[in-house]
């Protein structure tokens, strides 16, 4: 079919970037070649429902097929992220992005996993909204709308959650402020904003007890203290892995504002008590775990920004080695970021996909047995099936251990005189 062939030249060009990112440059194409059929489809055959039918599966074939490795859903979701981020790809107007947006929610619709879109998307717009890389709270409203328009609201709830969680940080950072304001010893001498996030609606991240450094230590103590009379049944657990600290660096030549997060403040700042420290007495005194230390101090001695001097040679960080203040750091500019080295997470957010769908499995099991009582695995499979195809194409090997793990735990129950039918367990 000519509209896949060129769906897929297009994906097979991806990589030939024209100075914007490969995604913008792929998308680009296919919106292009989406709106040139759609025109032929309502103008030369008058909107003939069989040749809307004909585009529809092309490009479902088109939009389901995977790229250099990546899925659609994946690819979509980084031209999201561009379009939508502070200092995106591309400088777009409010009604080119309205445009954009909406030819983004017509190619979702195409995609079979569309859980797979959200997830990856939930990742990007938590990016966002946490290190303030979001160019407009509206825009991202927007493409929510939108998605809800089309995907429903049980799609989309996470994600306005999330907007609304972020929202709210004005206003609970004020009344924080005046709290302080009404107790003195409650001070910790440093600004600091606090953005409480609803568990239910963020992606997971992993905790850790760090040894904050004595005034941090302190901020986080007065905003438990200011919480916990503000919301009594309300438990905080703190993420410090995404918080973002201002430093000022003093060096020899000049004194260098570094935008850090949090485990890289805390770990610069056991330099103002001692010039070097080794490896062990840093994770010793944070109480970081080896796979964080490394990337935090790999962040401060390996790569650009050589804040700290490592001893030994070579850009990997030994348990053995030792770093020293390094007085004469300079930079060009007086206000710096230090970024640390990415992690992987695909594989995690893979896994939560995964563990999303079985859940879903399972409800709707229950409820096609709660309401039917009495099914063939064969009818129930179907069902199953029909049902959960809206957001991701089930399994039929999976649904049958799902059907099986029902039965396990009592849901559900063969019929003894025919066991390829299910009973349900009221």
Known sequence: MVVVQQAADAAQNKTESSGSSPEQDFFKKAFEIHDKY??????????????????????????NKSVAGSSTAELLVSYCDNTLKKGGNEQL???????????????????????VFAEFYRKKLSRRLLFDRSGNEEHERLILSKLKQQCGGQFTSKMEGMVTDLSLVKENQTHFQEYISNNPAANPGIDMTVTVLTTGYWPSYKSCDLNLPVKMAKGVESFKEFYQKKTKHRKLTWIFSLGQCDLNG????????????TYQAAALLLFNASD??????????LNLANEDLTRVLASVSCAKYKILNKESNG???????????????????????????????RKKMVEEVGKDRRYAIDACLVRIMKAKKVLTQQQLILECVEQLSKMFKPDVKAIKKRIEDLITRD?????????NTYKYIA
Request: charged share 35%.
């Open 38 to 63: 759609m025109v032929y489809v309502k103008g030369c055959f008058a909107d003939n429902t069989i040749f809307h039918k004909a585009l529809k599966e092309a490009f479902e074939v088109f939009c």
């Open 276 to 285: 070097k420290w080794s490896y062990s007495d840093i994770k010793s005194e």
């Open 93 to 115: 107007s409010d009604d080119a992005i309205e445009d954009t947006l909406d030819k983004v929610v017509k190619l979702v619709m195409y995609i079979s996993d569309k859980d």
């Open 315 to 345: 850009r990997t960080i030994s348990l053995t080695d030792t770093f020293e203040f390094n007085t004469q750091f300079t930079d060009k500019m007086r206000r710096i970021r230090v970024p640390l080295p990415p992690v992987d997470d």
């Open 411 to 419: 849901y559900l129950e063969r019929d003894l005189e025919n066991t």
């Open 250 to 261: 003093k060096f020899e030549q000049k004194t260098i504002e570094l935008i850090l997060r």
